[in-house]
């Protein structure tokens, strides 16, 4: 800063900084604009904005250059998405020379870099967590306790759930707390069939319809957001022009900007924050622009760091001073390790023979759920926590290529349509070990200067048995239910394909053993605050971008009446 003019350097300084405008950034940024504060939105990708930036939002599949599927060139581009590139959304997905890492032992991390982040692409899924997650560690003794419960985000979730438009059923399940929905989305009938079979022969297991972020009936709130009634396209990862899902892009984002108070400075790559040692806190961050690879310097008050779970690690990590050598805030050490996510290996898919009278009128961009069901009240296995599913069914339709010509022609227009299908996935809860980890490696470096992040996250026996006893449960399940060609596998797949990373930087009580406390303040540095996947100090059976959104929406109302009260 010394070498810089003042008014240089006011015009570089704001009230708060926001790191990514992903799902949780976008929530940072509508609260601390919102509540006055000049925000200044930092996002290392190109700026997307609602509906203009689709481009394939409306496109036929004849009108995709390949017809969805890129060519091999294109596809090993993404290594990291093998087998999941798809044409019409492989823009919002990142390439891997963007962002080379070390894979010390194998991990799939899946990445969107551009405005709106993974808010573009994710797949909506959006349940509470209950007490059953945040006492978890307490009870079965594993990492550390969590230092807030459901009481503490439960006013939380209903705020973000009120304006991201969540719809579902009230189930009335203590281990996936209702909250405010709107109507919800209907399940198929083979879905239905499996619910009341499940129903009849179990007493502790209950396949619901799964709670999602589309807008099923508009409510004020969202029509004022300019959005509107999801209209079952199925398209949505593509961007929805109606706004029919919630994304940073059509919902945080725009309501941030209305209010005046936010900048947003796209293809700013954050290098680092900056610590004022003589303040003894932090005063901005360090940024490479990725256009011109030139270092810049912004300044602010309060930092939430947002950059989705490992690279908001990656940021502490890079942000050394004389205070702390080893990372912003890392006084113990702990910074990069107890790294989780969820368990995907266990799939199982089946036909039905049956229902052959109905079949399909629309489709449904949801899934059904079947809530955690083992381990709640005791522990029944020999492996610690447990797994939720989810499910899709469907009928398929048949035509036949015989003939040449018009009995072609008629053959291939005449569909008939085939048996009921039904597949499911497991989202098993995997135990944080400090020894699962990243860390920055020595020497090599990204094309923006900055250290290449090393991935050394692993299996354990746990997680084994955990997909052993999924597909064993399911098949019987699916077998109750008259299913056949039951195919169920384990795919073995490498950490990280499973989407949802988390720790790293975990909230806890004692600043020996966490990085953050109950309002995701750095222990060690209180105006920097870490309200991603990073924060999470277990990873529970449900998805967590709702609770990235609520734990969000909590520290933004926090540090601000710090801010106003000048303690931070
Ligand atoms: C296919 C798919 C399906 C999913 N489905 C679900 C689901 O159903 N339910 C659910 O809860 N979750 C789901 N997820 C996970 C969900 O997308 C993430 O949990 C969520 O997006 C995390 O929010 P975030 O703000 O932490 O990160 P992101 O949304 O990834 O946003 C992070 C932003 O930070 C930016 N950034 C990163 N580093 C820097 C830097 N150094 N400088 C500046 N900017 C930076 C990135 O470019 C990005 O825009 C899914 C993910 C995928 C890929
Ligand atoms: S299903 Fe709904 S949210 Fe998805 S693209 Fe269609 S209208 Fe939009």
């Not at 399940?187 to 022969?201: F, G």
């Not at 702990?334 to 799939?347: C, P, Q, T």
């Not at 039905?352 to 399909?360: A, D, F, K, N, R």
């Not at 490696?441 to 999924?470: F, R």
Request: charged residues 20%; hydrophobic residues 35%; aromatic residues 10%.
């Amino acid at each position: 800063m010394a070498n810089l003019s003042i008014d240089a350097v006011k015009k570089m300084t704001y009230d708060a900084i926001v790191i990514g405008s992903g799902i949780s950034g976008g929530w940072a940024a509508k609260e601390l604009s919102e509540k006055g504060l000049k925000t200044l939105v930092l996002e290392r990708g190109r700026d997307v904005q609602h509906v203009k930036d689709y481009p394939t939002a409306t496109k036929h599949p004849w009108e995709l250059e390949h017809r969805g599927r890129p060519s091999l060139e294109v596809q090993k581009e993404f290594a990291t998405r093998k087998g999941k590139v798809d044409e019409a959304t492989m823009h919002f997905f990142v390439k891997d020379a963007e962002q080379p890492i070390v894979q010390e032992k194998p991990f799939t991390w899946t990445r969107g870099y551009q405005v709106g982040g993974k808010s573009l692409t994710w797949a909506r899924q959006t349940q509470r967590w209950s007490d059953f997650d945040f006492e978890g560690p307490a009870r079965d003794g594993f990492a550390i306790d969590w230092p807030i419960r459901y009481i503490d985000l439960a006013p939380w979730y209903s705020y973000v759930e009120k304006f991201a438009g969540i719809s579902g059923n009230r189930d009335g399940l203590p281990q996936l707390p209702d909250g405010e929905f709107l109507p919800a989305t209907e399940l198929s009938c083979i879905e239905t069939h499996l619910q009341r079979t499940i129903a009849s022969k179990y007493k502790d297991r209950q396949l619901i319809q799964g709670r999602c972020a589309h807008i099923t009936e508009p409510q004020p709130i969202h029509l004022q957001q300019g959005r509107a009634k999801c209209q079952h396209r199925t398209m949505c990862n593509r961007g929805c022009p109606f706004g029919g899902y919630f994304s940073s892009n059509a919902s945080t984002l725009p309501w941030a900007a209305r209010t005046g108070n936010m900048t947003l400075r796209p293809h700013s790559v954050v290098h680092s924050i900056i610590y004022d040692e003589q303040k003894g806190k932090a005063s901005g961050v360090r940024v490479v622009d990725a256009n011109t690879k030139e270092v810049l310097e912004f300044y602010a008050s309060v930092i939430f760091v947002n950059g989705s779970a490992l690279n908001s690690n990656l940021i502490l990590m890079n942000s050394i001073s004389s205070r702390f050598p080893n990372g912003l805030g890392n006084d113990n050490g702990l910074l990069g390790k107890y790294i989780s996510w969820h368990n995907y290996r266990g799939k199982i898919s089946a036909s039905y023979e049956g229902l052959q009278e109905v079949t399909i009128d629309g489709r449904t961009p949801n899934n059904s759920y079947i809530p955690r069901f083992r381990n709640l009240y005791r522990q029944e296995t020999d492996f610690l926590r447990g797994y939720a599913t989810g499910l899709g069914g469907g009928r398929g339709t048949a035509r036949s290529t015989d003939g040449i010509g018009a009995n072609l022609k008629a053959n291939l227009l005449n569909r008939t349509p085939g048996n009921w299908h039904i597949s499911a996935w497991m989202q098993g809860e995997v135990i944080p070990r400090e020894s699962n980890h990243i860390r920055l490696h020595a020497t090599e470096k990204d094309p923006y200067g900055i250290p290449q992040l090393v991935t050394s996250c692993d299996w354990t026996e746990n997680d084994d048995k955990m997909v052993q006893d999924y597909l064993e449960q399911l098949t019987e399940m699916f077998t109750l239910a008259g299913f056949t060609n039951i195919n169920a596998v384990d795919t073995h797949s490498a950490p990280g394909a499973d989407i949802h990373e988390m720790g790293g930087a975990r909230m806890g009580k004692d600043p020996k053993t966490s990085l953050l406390n109950k309002w995701n303040q750095l222990h060690a540095c209180e105006n920097v605050f870490v309200t991603d996947g990073a924060c999470m100090t277990s990873t529970s059976t449900q998805n967590p971008s709702l609770t990235y959104m609520a734990l969000t929406a909590r520290a933004a109302d926090y540090a601000v009446s710090e801010l106003k009260k000048r303690n931070i």
